[in-house]
């Protein structure tokens, strides 16, 4: 819902940097979050962006533009772990369901030795 | 200790039974979600709380019902489940906010397959 999009499944060898992009409808936008999901497990929160730019943590960073509707997570020194399905997630301002997060489908990405 | 805990982690259930899938955390958050995954879905809501008295309908409720025992408990109910049901469910918890940017974090998962 919300048309959030995001790539269906990426690739990437190990120690290398990989992008994921997320765009979303920027009518009412508040926030949006990057989670991470290996297999079977619950999805955990990476990091939160409300204003434009970057924000940087460790190997992981994450960049928004709230005009063109869009974000990235950008995963450097890529590690076999990183091996996971990445979630962009998305807050609305909306009244009483503000806080409520639309997920995007998620990015399986798969990384190689 | 895990912070939001579910029970149980595996149920195998035949259609047409009642499935209570629960849900308790110790994060003292007042904002609780149920949400289905799907392979090639991604998560769906179920449904919402964001107080004890508070319960919201989410994107995908017909079939299920929830419970708000407590701050700490949420519980998602299956009156009569089917096999389209079978899913990996999990169990959310937020701050409002007003005390911070309101990420989820989310219980272990329930795998439930309806036969």
């Known amino acids: 819902g919300q048309n959030i999009d995001q790539p269906t499944e990426m690739t990437a060898t190990e120690g290398a940097i990989v992008q994921i992009n997320c765009t979303y409808q920027t009518s009412g936008f508040n926030g949006l979050f990057w989670y991470q999901q290996h297999a079977g497990e619950a999805p955990t929160f990476l990091s939160y962006n409300v204003l434009d730019g970057l924000e940087e943590k460790g190997r992981f960073s994450s960049f928004l533009s709230r005009s063109k509707g869009y974000s990235y997570l950008l995963l450097k020194e890529l590690q076999m772990k990183d091996s996971a399905s990445y979630l962009c997630?998305?807050?609305?301002?909306?009244?009483?369901?503000?806080?409520?997060?639309?997920f995007g489908r998620g990015t399986q990405l798969t990384v190689w030795p | 200790d895990a912070d939001v805990t579910q029970t149980p982690r595996n149920r195998i259930t035949k259609t047409g039974k009642r499935i209570m899938l629960e849900c308790s955390q110790t994060k003292g958050h007042d904002r609780m979600y149920w949400y289905r995954q799907d392979p090639g879905l991604g998560l769906r809501l179920i449904y919402y709380s964001f107080d004890v008295k508070d319960i919201n309908k989410g994107e995908i409720s017909d079939g299920y019902s929830v419970s708000r025992q407590a701050q700490a408990k949420f519980s998602l109910s299956l009156e009569s489940a089917i096999p389209n049901q079978t899913a990996l469910y999990f169990c959310a918890t937020s701050d409002p906010l007003d005390r911070g940017p309101g990420e989820q974090y989310f219980g272990p998962g329930t795998r439930l397959t309806v036969t």
């Open positions: 997630a998305v807050t609305f301002d909306r009244g009483s369901t503000l806080g409520r997060l639309y």
